[in-house]
T-cell receptor, first 115, second 112 residues
Framework: AQTVTQSQPEMSVQEAETVTLSCTYD???????LFWYKQPPSRQMILVIR??????QNATENRFSVNFQKAAKSFSLKISDSQLGDTAMYFC????????????FGQGTRLTINP | DADVTQTPRNRITKTGKRIMLECSQT?????MYWYRQDPGLGLRLIYY???????NKGEISDGYSVSRQAQAKFSLSLESAIPNQTALYFC???????????FGQGTRLTVV
């Protein structure tokens, strides 16, 4: 079974700073995807970024980028030039490609961006 | 209109009552999921369905049942609600790649 661990329950930074959220996972699978989802106070879950395990290049989406370390089973999210609208719960998630494809989520990190 | 709609958005019910949470989607996706969110535990999968005739248990299916009435509809039932089923419940859909899940806005259920 796969597990996903987010060891930072809460984080807080000032607006415009850079912040990194940590995620580690455990799997014996070779083919999989990793995701970061954002949940703002509205409760809506929104996909932020995804990474295919076979791609060595780290994914980026505007101010969001990941540091994917496959051997270490680490998948951190970096938010650059943080904005007040980045305040949210962030969930790391894993999905294997073989067999039943379903998301396994971490515990979440509550990120607050202060003005 | 939202692509994935859950009803109700909030519900308070009493212990022992039967309750149904409904989910409908306009994405045209085959795959639908029910998750439960609890503080400190993230989202955990209750049931999932990869097409109308397919129903599968997730990691925490005890005390829950589901019905896939159509491609667009997937409901979750609590046959006899108990207080530890108090949580935020999410329905989600995805296409066959599974590379992006689309979530409803959640149902906050309180069992008293």
């Amino acid at each position: 079974a796969q597990t996903v661990t987010q060891s930072q329950p809460e984080m807080s930074v000032q607006e415009a700073e850079t912040v990194t959220l940590s995620c580690t996972y455990d799997t014996s699978e070779n083919n999989y995807y990793l995701f970061w989802y954002k949940q703002p106070p509205s409760r809506q879950m929104i996909l932020v970024i995804r990474q295919e395990a076979y791609k060595q290049q780290n994914a980026t989406e505007n101010r969001f980028s990941v540091n994917f370390q496959k051997a270490a089973k680490s998948f951190s999210l970096k938010i650059s030039d943080s904005q007040l609208g980045d305040t949210a719960m962030y969930f790391c998630a894993f999905m294997k490609l073989q067999g039943a494809q379903k998301l396994v989520f971490g515990q979440g990190t509550r990120l607050t961006i202060n003005p | 209109d939202a692509d994935v709609t859950q009803t109700p958005r909030n519900r308070i019910t009493k212990t022992g009552k039967r309750i149904m949470l409904e989910c409908s989607q306009t994405k045209g996706h085959d795959r639908m999921y029910w998750y439960r969110q609890d503080p400190g535990l993230g989202l955990r999968l209750i049931y999932y369905s990869f097409d109308v005739k397919d129903i599968n248990k997730g990691e925490i299916s005890d005390g829950y049942s589901v019905s896939r009435q159509a491609q667009a509809k997937f409901s979750l039932s609590l046959e006899s609600a108990i207080p530890n089923q108090t949580a935020l419940y999410f329905c989600a859909t995805s296409d066959r790649t599974g590379l992006e899940a689309f979530f409803g806005q959640g149902t906050r259920l309180t069992v008293v």
